[in-house]
């Protein structure tokens, strides 16, 4: 980084007078109106930079605040610049950044967690609605012009078990409330949350797991959870439980999953995220009848870049009035 970007103290306001958006040509070219209109509303006087590769960063410019996804070519974009306070990530999840060569210390970072808890907790119902009522099996069934009546399982009661109540799991623990379902869900710090019946540590998750009927992963990757979710886990489950994930690659291991569902324990998964992306062709969980695979799609949204916007805007009101940040990136917590 450059030697002109001097330490920041988070709760120490500063005027943002110059931006620096960046992102891959394609969508710019989709998103540069939105995005000069969003920024423009909140900062009428900022100068807005936009950028699509790293030839077209300003060389040797001084930005207040950059905003990008985590691009693979984002450190060399930094290099270029004469300084920068701030980087504002467009997605919630930020374990590439760790690997990416620039320093992560003398600049404030943020993230756009919030912008996937609609989005995901409406995939996370439809997945259970799916299994619960038998919707492929049906959908099969017609094509070949078959009626076949079969019973089918109801969730009133059922219980919900959602590793992570972060954001996502919160959006999903209110939904999952108007199935009448019981709902219990996992924090690093104990708290009580609407919504959830009980909150519980990492340490009582095996009795819990015993009465789940649906388990929701929605942790962050950090080396504490890289294949949390293994055979030892998941052999705590109440037989037939059904496994979604929606957290991040690395996060659930694919061969326990494998194992589970051949032995019983799970009904059936359904998969958005993988260790390897895109799922390779000769990956054993393709063509399972017992497994749905999305392709990393369940946080998309119409409304994506409108609130991606809008939790930078958050973090911005809450700098300029000497508050902390509300999405901030702990380089400690790794997320």
Known sequence: MSQHCAPITIGTPFLVRHILYLQKAHVLERQREQVFRLLNDELPEAEIVFASDVESVPQGAVFDVVIAPTLPWLPDALHRLGGYRWIHFLSAGVEKIWQMDFDKT?????????????PISEYVIGAILYFTKQFGRFHDQARRGEWQRTWLGELT??????LG??????SLARRAKAFDMLVVGTLRHLRPVEYVDRVVPWSLIGKELAHTDFLVVCLPLTDDTQGLVNDELLSKL???ALLIDISRGGVVNGDAVLRALDNGILQGAVLDVFEEQ?????????????VLITPHVSGTTPFYLERAIGVFVENLRA???GLPFTTPISTEMGY
């Not at 109540?165 to 919160?170: E, K, M, N």
């Not at 895109?278 to 017992?290: A, H, I, N, Q």
């Open 106 to 118: 003398h600049i404030l970072m943020t993230k756009s967690s919030g912008v996937h808890g609609a």
């Open 157 to 162: 009661g059922c219980q919900l078990t959602v």
């Open 165 to 170: 109540l972060g954001h996502i799991g919160q």
């Open 238 to 240: 109440k037989p037939q």
């Open 278 to 290: 895109p799922l390779p062709k000769e990956s054993s969980l393709w063509k399972r009848d017992d």
């Open 319 to 321: 700098q300029q009035q």
